[in-house]
Each structure stands twice: as C-alpha cells, then as structure tokens.
C-alpha cells in the first residue's frame, strides 16, 4: 500500500510508479512453510494436489489459498483440478466445434491483449457450451476445485463467464497487463478511481484457466510475475516500458497437464505466452469468476432515460451549458460501464472494451444526433449486450 505522512495514498498517478520499489515487492521468495497443504513450491508458486485437497478440510484450504492469492505470490496451481480427462475431452470437443462453426461464418474474435486472429477465440462460451452440450456442461462444472476457490476468493452467490483460447503454433505472446476490471480501463481512466477503489478492484473478481491439453513450456502457457498483485499502483504502472521490460527479464512459467488449473488475484501481472511449438494447439478454458456484489440494488431502464432526458441536454447545449453540467446529466442517466456484455456481439475496442451507453449519449450530444437516432442506437446497443 502506498503511503503518505498522513496515511494511505488517497489518489494514485503515474508519477507513484516506482520500479525499484515494485522490485523490492516481487523479488522475494515463497516460504513453503507458509503453505503446509501444497506438494511443493515451484518459482515461488505453491502447486497443490488436488487428490489431496479432496480429504483435506475445506475450511483450510479456502484459508490457505486466500493467503496465497492475497498476500503471497498471488496464484496457485491445481494438479488434477478435473481429475476425469474424459469430461475434459468432451468439453473440449464442444470448444472446438465452436470454433470451427465460427471460422466457418467468417467470424474474426478481437482479443483483449493479443492481435485479433493470433488465436481462436470463443467469447461467452459458458452460454454456448450450456445449449449445445448440457450434459457436458454440468459434469464440467460441477468440479469441486472450482466451486472451492472461487467460494475460497469470492463467498457464495459467485458468478462464473467463460472465454475459451486456443493459441495455435506461432501464435505471439500477449503483452503484459493486470485484469478486470481496472485492468481494462485505459491510463486516465483508472486514474480517476481513488486508490481504495484499485484495492477493492481484484477482490471482486477471481481469474482462472483449465488446460485442456498438455501444456510444455515451448507451447506458451501463461506468464505471471509473482507478488505483483500487491503493487498499489500497478494498473497505471503495467504499460510502462521499464515495467514491461522489468515483467519480460523476471516472469515465471509452469508447464501444466490436461485436467490442470490456475487460479489468480486479477491484479497479477500476467500474459500468455508464445507458442514455440510445431504441433500444439494450446487450448485452455479461462474462467472469469464475479463477486455476487457487483449490482446496483433498483433495476433502472437506462435506456428510457437517456431517451427521455436527451431533448433537454439538446435544448440545454444550444443555450450554453458548460460541458461539465451536461456531463453530469449523462452520468446520472446511462450506464457508464460496458460490461456485462455480449463480446460475440459488441467486440472490445482498442483491445478493452467496447463503448458503453454513456459513451453512445455522450457522442450523440456532441454531435447533435436527433433524438431518433440516438434511440435506434440505443436499441441497438441493448440487443448486443444480451445474451
């Protein structure tokens, strides 16, 4: 945590930055000691056998993987998370299928951190996967090393999205970056949220990624920096140079199996690596798992206020309203957040996000839309982010 004479750092910038300071934060050791119910510790990463966690009392593994997320090296891996490679194998089967009916209608995926077409990609794959193979779908999930830690990081009431990756041979690594959701805000954006709020970001989400082939280390799997989670000011500091620099000369790499898992604090700076391999089609399920807190407590149509309310931020510019006063106006009618969203449907843009319905007010107002237009907009906007 950054601190000041009076306390905790109430805002960040960049200029809190500070690469030596971030290096005496990551270059540290895992003490086994710390986690007595992992096998070993590997690169400062503590793998656990998931065979055993099973006789294991849940109570202390949900404690130990909580320290290990929060306060150490920031991830784990589970050995043997899906212990029967059949429901593997056929899920993986469904993913592919997905893939190749996407390839097939000329469906091009933009990735968040990678080239759009450097792997195949199949947004909102837990809806797709629930139609097309139900069956499949609850022997998948009823995995109980997935109900443990996303309970373990989250609490109950956790709500799971699923995004399958296949990095095919040749495909480049992704750069480095931390995740949802200040992960996937822009420098100024993330900025404007209190430091309190880059606290609060990673304990309201849980990432993970379930291999669904062996994975050498030639093939790419994920790159992580341990303890960097802990770094306050670390969603402003992922895209600087020196930092990136600093992520490529001292990450980590494990080489996982087929049934394997890897869960992590979002905030972990993390990327996926270069496919080396001739032959590999390093296909892995990555797992978003949500706090059952991230919802407003009334349900608002949004959409008929903005609608409703726009002929007055029309009539209200014309006369002179600074742009802060109509900036407010908008604020209180659209949703001001893109997700969650249909990515099939309402792609990331520059590799983020998509724009959200503010963003769509707030064009229409500085560019004098007719209430018409904005309304067909807004309808269209709505249709994408179903499901």
């Given amino acids: ?3 000041t004479a009076a306390g905790p750092r109430t805002w960040l910038s960049e200029k809190d930055c500070d690469l030596d300071a971030f290096r005496t934060l990551v270059e540290r050791s ?6 007595p119910l992992a096998e070993t510790v590997e690169q400062n990463v503590p793998l656990y056998d998931s065979d ?7 109570q202390h593994v949900r404690t130990e993987w909580v320290r290990a997320l929060l306060d ?11 212990p029967d490679l059949d429901v593997v194998d056929r899920a993986s089967a469904v993913f592919t299928a997905l893939i190749e009916d996407e390839r097939a209608a000329g469906i091009a995926r933009g990735d968040h951190f990678a080239k759009p077409g450097t792997n195949d990609r199949v947004w909102n794959a837990l809806d797709k996967m629930a139609v097309r193979a139900p069956e ?13 830690i996303a309970e373990a990081w989250l609490g109950p009431g956790y709500q799971i999205t699923s995004q399958v990756n296949q990095v ?8 480095v970056h931390r995740d949802y959701h200040l992960g996937f805000l822009g420098q100024e954006q993330a900025a404007r949220y209190p430091a309190h709020v880059h606290r609060l970001s990673p304990v309201l989400t849980l990432q993970g990624a379930v291999a669904h082939c062996d994975m050498p280390v030639e093939s790419g799997p994920t790159l992580y920096l341990p303890h960097s989670q802990k770094y306050e000011p670390g969603y402003l500091a992922w895209r ?8 490529d000369r001292h990450h980590v790499q494990l080489p996982l199996e087929k049934g394997d898992a890897v869960f992590f604090n979002p905030a972990l700076f993390h990327a996926a690596g270069h496919n080396r391999s001739a032959d590999i089609r390093r296909m892995a399920n990555l797992l978003q798992i949500s706090s059952a807190f991230g919802r407003a407590m009334e349900t608002v149509d949004r959409e008929t206020v903005s609608n409703g309310v726009y002929p007055v931020l029309l009539r209200r510019k014309a006369e002179g309203a600074a742009e802060d006063w109509l900036r407010r106006v908008v604020a209180a009618c659209a949703e001001g957040y893109p997700f969650p969203t249909n990515l099939d449907l309402d792609p990331p843009v520059d590799g983020l996000a998509p724009p959200s319905q503010a963003d769509t007010v707030w064009r229409a107002v500085s560019e004098g839309w007719s209430p ?3 309304r067909g907009e807004l309808q269209a906007g709505a249709e994408r982010r179903r499901i």
């Avoid at 895992?30 to 986690?35: A, E, Q, V």
């Avoid at 150490?72 to 998370?81: D, E, N």
């Avoid at 095919?168 to 750069?175: E, I, V």
């Fill in 1 to 3: 945590m950054s601190l």
């Fill in 30 to 35: 895992t003490d086994p000691g710390d986690y």
């Fill in 52 to 58: 055993r966690l099973r006789a294991a009392e849940p």
């Fill in 72 to 82: 150490g090296p920031g991830f784990v891996v589970l050995k043997h998370a899906f």
């Fill in 136 to 148: 499949t779908f609850a022997d998948y999930y009823a995995n109980d090393m997935l109900a443990l």
């Fill in 168 to 175: 095919n041979p040749g495909g480049a690594a992704q750069s």
């Fill in 240 to 247: 600087r140079p020196e930092f990136i620099a600093y992520f």
């Fill in 372 to 374: 018409e237009r904005l």
